[in-house]
């Protein structure tokens, strides 16, 4: 088996999916920009009629809303959760990087590593 040849040829697939990939972005641009035009001019039509949704024959244009939370003040948002005990509020994720250098064991975690193969061109 040449490993050389076969590390080459991934490097020459990948190149050429990365290409692809570039020449596909540019093709679906307009079509994208075209999108948001439309996507604009149902909304204000639909804000200017008062509605929610419309119906048509082709389908359902409707307007959704989607929430977003920013915690801008940590320690204000922590100090509201201890003293309303409403831990329930918050997700709760472990640093990878910290919980290494912390060198502690924390229980109730579940560790996995999954070996991945990578290439690096010379």
Request: charged share 30%.
């Amino acid at each position: 088996m040449n490993i050389d040849r076969i590390v080459q040829h991934y490097l020459t697939l990948r190149t050429q999916v990365k290409e692809i990939e570039a020449r596909h972005k540019l093709e679906l641009s307009p079509i994208k920009e075209d999108m948001a035009l439309v996507e604009s001019a149902l909304m204000k039509h639909l804000q200017d009629q008062g509605a929610k949704s419309l119906k048509t024959a082709h389908g359902t244009p409707y307007i959704s809303e989607v929430e977003s939370i920013k915690i801008v003040d940590r320690n204000a948002v922590i100090d509201t959760v201890i003293q309303n005990d409403c831990w329930d509020v918050l997700n709760i994720s472990v640093a990878k990087k910290n919980l290494r250098e912390a060198g502690v064991e924390l229980p109730g975690l579940e560790v996995s590593t999954i070996r991945k193969l990578n290439v690096r061109s010379s």
